[in-house]
């Protein structure tokens, strides 16, 4: 088994004490759901909830349910970095967002023949669409697209590759562990070293969220902590399997 190294292992660690440190100061915020700074405080909430699910599950050898949680991660450290980056245009993207998501809904109780779903949706559907600017159609989230404008483009490489190889059911997915021998010996190698480098991708999902939502809600002490913890990722990155100094 490739397990982390105690380096790893240590800035994990230092990077989940500034995440709680970080969520007790968001705790004591108020504010409006349509400010750009409470939807940070929502989105991290939603970070800093899947870090500790992944960290369980992680511990007990749950490989794939962790890498899952970790997919969720990752779109939230991704949003914290588009809220950051486009503030007000975010928050729209949000409630197009939500008008889309309760369409398809509708669509699926109305198939089922489920009619008090249906108008339950419907009421809800009126009162989001009263939220948006007229001319304004609803839209889906795009991560490609939320990653760029967030700057955080490596994160949105991270959303695809666990997308294919583990959260999703794929061909690619379901083949590891039951194929033949050779294969399999192969795709044990891939599995031990996914075991570490997925830790070391929730420590960055984490620490960048962490870092922008510090900026978001002006803890000036918690972004020097981010500060410091990012300079150290960056030089423990320096050894990893693909990232040598001679890349």
């Known amino acids: 088994m ?12 230092d990077i989940s004490k500034l995440g709680e440190r970080l969520w007790d100061t968001s705790t004591d915020i108020e504010g409006l759901n349509t400010d750009p700074k409470m939807f940070s405080i ?15 599950l992680w511990k007990m050898n749950l490989n794939l349910e962790a890498s899952i949680v970790l997919r969720s991660a990752i779109e939230a450290a991704i949003c914290i970095a588009a ?3 486009l503030k007000n245009e975010f928050v729209l993207l949000m409630h197009k967002d939500s008008v889309s998501t309760i369409q398809g809904q509708i669509k699926v109780h109305r198939d089922n023949d ?35 404008k967030g700057g955080v483009p490596q994160l949105y490489g991270f959303h695809r590759l666990l997308s294919s190889v583990s959260s999703h ?4 997915s379901i083949l590891r562990g039951v194929t033949n021998e050779r294969m399999d010996a192969g795709q044990r190698e891939i599995s031990e070293l996914e075991r570490k480098m ?13 870092r922008l939502h510090s900026v978001m809600i002006e803890a000036y002490a918690e972004l020097e ?10 030089t423990l990155s320096m ?9």
């Open 2 to 13: 490739i397990e982390p190294t105690r380096a790893e292992l240590a800035i994990y660690d």
């Open 42 to 56: 929502m989105l991290y909430k939603r970070l800093w909830s899947n870090q500790r699910g992944y960290t369980a």
């Open 83 to 85: 809220n950051a980056r």
């Open 114 to 148: 489920a009619q008090d779903a249906v108008r339950d949706g419907e009421a809800a559907l009126r009162f989001l669409q009263a939220k948006l600017p007229q001319g304004i159609k609803p839209a889906r989230l795009d991560w490609k697209e939320l990653a760029s």
């Open 169 to 172: 059911v794929t061909g690619l």
């Open 198 to 210: 997925h830790l070391m991708m929730m420590a960055g999902a984490m620490l960048q969220g962490a």
């Open 225 to 234: 902590t981010a500060t410091a913890l990012t300079e150290r990722l960056a």
């Open 239 to 247: 050894i990893w399997p693909g990232v040598g100094l001679d890349d």
